[in-house]
């Protein structure tokens, strides 16, 4: 049995009624670091931690009383390197034994158990902090939130602006096929199904939806439009487990913009008409001075058609501008000659540029189908802005060509240029190349971006090429068709 004890990793200590050792086993050195002969006449308290100390007082003067038997306790310890290891002690009462008269105490070092014990308890505590923080920031947000477990599509969390947008709760839907219960619709009116809705597709196909617009039917009946961004949640296997959706409610702002748009629309159309019958007066005002040849009067009204001119493409360019925004920039396609159209639009920018000569070479007729009036607008406004980008340079070189399948125009300038860090944007609404010198050019930064659109409308492209202060080609594709008539390549001035 002495062997037994005196092998064993469990630390055997027997202690008087005062708590003072009088026997320690060869384990206590590999727990607290001291010989059994250092510690033997010691009590045991005066190692016990401070916030251990008054259960340890305790549970000895209940021992001395007798009240208890038996004790199991877990308390810290003093090592003798200084630091503290916690034990578990296992004391049987055998005062009253008039064989033994002492305490039997057992202890085992549990330091490390109690540690990891210590350390998940604290990421509970955080991660509960962090769960309050979330559904704080959650409920802050304006905007509706959900969350919703992958693949089911279970709701796991959702906000109080979910129910206030919708004007409506519905039930806790558990599956993504239950999603229909939230009315949707499509731009030509059909009803979203559950499994095409943002978060159905982020958490099933682990698609990111920015920003899809989506008429809605709210609880009260009334519609709406929402803007829906939605996303997966990735674990760190880049697995799906789950997928939230953010929405908000934008109807109001949609009206405004309707507004904003149906007002540009009326405000454009209206200025057509003065300015269409100015135009019509300083041409007959020109005619009436080229009779009696008053060169001077000529020469002002020679500039008043010109700022007419301006004035009438600046119109035309926001006139179309909001016809695209209220989806109304509609395309006439016909048959027709591309090489006549840039030929008639030159001609007449010819009659009002003295300072640029423009010239037009390659084919002599490429037959295409698209809507001649808005190609001869985007050309009118590449050509409008060769020659305004190059001041102090003489020509403006236009060619038209083809390849396999496509028209190609190609208007070349000698002027400013473009660096190229600008060309990914250029064709942006409203961007202008934001340096000194290009800013001394007036401009809404409307024109390419119309240009873009309409020849994207066409199954084209548009591009840029170009070196800062080595001028710049913008040059356009249209698609051909199978029966294209082409006539061999020439070469003409427009001056
Ligand atoms: P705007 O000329 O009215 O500013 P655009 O949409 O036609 O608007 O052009 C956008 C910007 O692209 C211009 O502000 C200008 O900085 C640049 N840009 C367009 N064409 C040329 C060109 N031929 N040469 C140099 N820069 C050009």
Redesign the pocket.
């Known amino acids: 049995m002495h062997a037994l004890i005196e092998h064993s990793h469990e630390v055997s200590l027997l202690l008087d009624d005062q708590g003072t050792i009088l026997y320690a086993s060869p384990a206590l050195t590999h727990v607290l670091g001291y010989l059994p002969k250092e510690v033997s006449g010691q009590t045991m308290l005066s190692w016990v931690h401070s916030l251990d100390q008054s259960e340890a007082s305790e549970s000895l003067a209940s021992l001395q009383a007798h009240t208890r038997q038996e004790l199991f306790t877990t308390q810290r310890y003093l090592h003798k390197d200084g630091s503290w290891r916690w034990l578990e002690l296992h004391v049987v009462n055998k005062l009253a034994d008039p064989q033994v008269a002492a305490l039997i105490c057992s202890l085992r070092d549990i330091t490390t158990l109690k540690e990891a014990e210590i350390k998940q308890q604290h990421l509970v505590k955080e991660s509960d902090l962090a769960h309050t923080h979330l559904l704080t920031v959650l409920q802050q947000m304006p905007a509706g939130v959900m969350i919703a477990e992958s693949p089911s599509g279970k709701l796991l969390l959702s906000n109080d602006q979910v129910r206030q947008i919708w004007r409506h709760s519905f039930p806790e839907s558990n599956e993504v096929d239950k999603y229909d219960h939230y009315k949707g619709f499509h731009s030509d009116g059909t009803p979203y199904a559950g499994h095409e809705w943002p978060l159905a597709r982020s958490i099933r196909q682990g698609e990111s939806v920015r920003e899809e617009e989506i008429t809605f039917l709210r609880g009260d009946g009334t519609r709406g439009i929402m803007s829906v961004s939605s996303a997966p949640i990735l674990n760190t296997q880049n697995e799906i487990i789950a997928g939230v959706v953010v929405f908000i409610d934008i109807s109001e702002r949609k009206r405004l913009e309707q507004l904003k748009d149906n007002f540009i629309s009326m405000v454009s159309h209206e200025l057509k008409t003065p300015v269409t019958s100015i135009k019509g007066y300083t041409q007959l005002l020109q005619k009436h001075f080229q009779r009696s040849d008053e060169k001077q009067s000529l020469h002002f009204l020679a500039k008043m058609n010109y700022q007419l001119d301006k004035l009438t493409d600046l119109i035309n360019e926001i006139l179309s501008i909001s016809q695209l925004d209220l989806g109304m920039l509609n395309l006439r396609p016909q048959v027709f000659d591309l090489v006549e159209a840039v030929r008639e639009e030159l001609e007449s920018q010819q009659a009002t540029t003295a300072t640029h000569k423009l010239q037009l070479k390659g084919v002599e007729k490429l037959t295409i189908t698209g809507d001649r009036e808005r190609i001869g607008q985007v050309i009118h ?1 590449l050509v409008s ?2 020659i ?3 001041p102090g340079r003489k020509q403006v070189c236009i060619e038209i060509c083809y390849s396999d399948q496509a028209a190609l125009i190609h208007i070349q ?1 000698y ?4 660096d190229s860090e ?1 060309f990914s944007r ?1 064709f942006e609404r409203f ?3 934001d340096e000194p010198l ?1 800013q001394t ?9 119309l240009a873009h659109e309409i020849i994207q409308r066409h199954q084209g492209h548009i591009w840029v090429e ?1 070196q800062k202060g080595e ?2 080609t ?1 040059s356009f594709s249209l698609p051909l068709q199978p029966h294209t008539t082409i006539a061999k390549e020439t070469s003409h001035d427009n001056h």
């Open positions: 406004h802005n060769a305004k980008y190059s300038d002027g400013i240029g473009i600008h250029i961007y202008r190349v290009e050019f007036p401009g809404l930064g409307i024109g390419l971006y170009s001028g710049s913008f």
